[in-house]
């Protein structure tokens, strides 16, 4: 597992690399790949391409047997042994943690998200972009990692191992009626989900609209949010990282119906029931949202 991590975290960074170079050449080559249920275009780059290449292909050469998901796909062949070897044993990684874990590549599903936030990406709105790679065992999220290729920042967390330095556990804090909740959502959300929010936790409640769902979840773990709100259907290459980076930290992330996300499946890619992730109090948010949840999914 200690190499998955290493590779992970190189894998990662090269995509941002790719992502980095065509937005800065402009030679994005925007398409529509699909529309969503909500009505909103699905848009597809180069940049989500090449970083596609990078991390799919690396990964295939360093661990052939792993069952690998990525938000991309395409049929042309590649000859693997183009492909430049991943460093499986990441200086960071070997100072950070010290132990290993030998687990079945059978019980492995490698989730590979090669650009997020890509309709921010084609605005050129580099601050939500990152590439995220995620390592789930037996269906829970276990490694994540969010590379940033604008910031050139990597943030890695291993599952009771260890996390990157720039990562940090968040001190208890106590809830308060005179401190609104500052909620953190998809910038696509209406005004409607808003007013609800402001239903649920108050009118002074601070409504963040954002893109990524890899800068929404660093948003919570950094304590810039309390929670991250999502209220229609999401792929889950678009949570994995982010939530098994929570987890080390001792945060939460689950669906607007509190139970936990399995990321075992291929055959099923995407969560319908919304979710809710924060690293203090999630029930407290959970038990006002779960009241007002067939008003968010409208």
């Not at 941002?16 to 529509?32: A, D, P, S, W, Y």
């Not at 780059?45 to 991390?55: A, F, L, N, Q, V």
């Not at 995620?134 to 829970?140: L, R």
Request: hydrophobic share 35%.
């Amino acid at each position: 597992m200690k190499e998955l991590l290493s590779v992970s975290i190189e894998l990662a960074r090269r995509g941002g690399k790719r992502v980095r170079e065509v937005r800065e050449e402009n030679t994005l080559g925007v398409k529509v790949k699909s529309i969503t249920k909500e009505g909103a275009e699905e848009l597809k780059t180069r940049g989500d391409m090449e970083s596609h290449r990078e991390i799919l292909y690396g990964m295939a050469k360093a661990f052939p047997e792993i069952k690998v998901i990525s938000e991309e796909h395409e049929t042309k062949p590649v000859d693997l042994h183009n492909v430049p070897d991943a460093n499986k044993h990441e200086e960071v990684v070997n100072t950070k943690i010290k132990t290993d874990q030998l687990i079945p590549v059978s019980q492995i599903v490698v989730w590979i998200d090669p650009l997020d936030a890509t309709k921010e990406y084609t605005e050129d709105l580099r601050q939500y972009v990152t590439t995220m790679v995620c390592v789930a065992v037996n269906g829970d999220p276990t490694i994540g990692v969010i590379h940033n290729p604008f910031d050139n920042e990597t943030y890695w967390a291993w599952v009771s191992y260890g996390h990157s330095s720039n990562l940090k556990q968040q001190e208890k804090t106590q809830l308060s009626k005179d401190k609104p909740a500052q909620i953190i959502v998809s910038r696509s959300h209406g005004g409607t989900v808003v007013e609800i929010l402001k239903q649920a936790f108050g009118e002074n409640t601070i409504v963040i609209p954002a893109g990524g769902a890899g800068y929404k979840t660093l948003n919570v773990v950094k304590g810039l949010s309390n929670a991250y709100v999502h209220t229609t259907a999401i792929k889950k290459w678009d949570i994995c990282a982010g939530n098994a980076i929570l987890n080390a930290l001792n945060g939460k992330m689950t669906t607007l119906d509190g139970n936990y996300i399995d990321y075992s499946s291929k055959d099923n890619v995407q969560n319908e029931k919304g979710l809710l992730a924060t690293m203090q109090y999630h029930y407290h948010y959970l038990e006002r949202l779960v009241l007002l949840t067939g008003q968010l999914g409208k």
